[in-house]
């Protein structure tokens, strides 16, 4: 249910490791499968440089993400070069959950922590996992360092995002009535 303006984000390698080696050099490919098709998700900066390439597996595989850095003084972070930082950011773990909500970037893993010097205006919306004590904890840093941060229902056991718009739940709006802040968070 990706909306279909944000197609033009996405693209498909039917051999990933090809796809890198061709693109980028041996040396990026390395310790790669052959013939793993992946979807491609490019990261760029807000000026529009390429600085990581991310593989995400279309089939069961133990290696669900694959991120291959291209430039090694740029961050992991998805949506730089669309996001409005004059408004509230959403700062999700991955970029294709970021696909769903205004005005979103993705950290492209669980260390959200990992950007807050980057945007004022921010909610940090973490994966529904609250038996996760490395999310416990970052969350519980992002309160204290004064952040705004999204707390899942605990009626909602989906396990993200995504599987929230596969739901057909509007969960930009459960998001809003979900950010907390301060001794309230």
Not at 74 to 102: A, Q, W
Request: glycine share 6%; hydrophobic share 40%; charged share 25%.
């Amino acid at each position: 249910k990706i909306p279909a303006e944000r197609w033009q984000d996405l693209y498909f390698a039917p051999d990933f490791k090809k796809f890198i080696q061709t693109s980028y050099g041996e040396s990026k490919s390395n310790g790669l499968i052959e013939k793993d098709p992946r979807l491609i998700i490019p990261f760029y900066t807000k000026d529009g440089m390429l600085t990581h390439i991310q593989g995400r597996a279309l089939k069961d595989n133990k290696l669900r993400y694959i991120t291959i850095k291209l430039k090694e003084d740029f961050p992991k972070i998805f949506g730089l070069d669309r996001v409005n930082f004059g408004s509230t950011v959403y700062i999700v773990e991955g970029p294709i959950d970021s696909m769903f909500l205004e005005n979103s970037i993705a950290a492209g893993g669980s260390d959200l922590r990992s950007i807050t010097n980057l945007i004022k205006d921010s909610v940090y919306v973490f994966d529904n996992e609250p038996w996760n004590k490395q999310i416990c904890t970052s969350l519980l840093r992002l309160v204290e360092d004064g952040r705004k941060v999204f707390i899942w229902p605990s009626t909602m056991t989906i396990k993200d995002i995504n599987d929230a718009v596969i739901e057909n739940i509007d969960i930009q709006s459960v998001i809003r009535e979900n950010t907390f802040s301060g001794l309230e968070a």
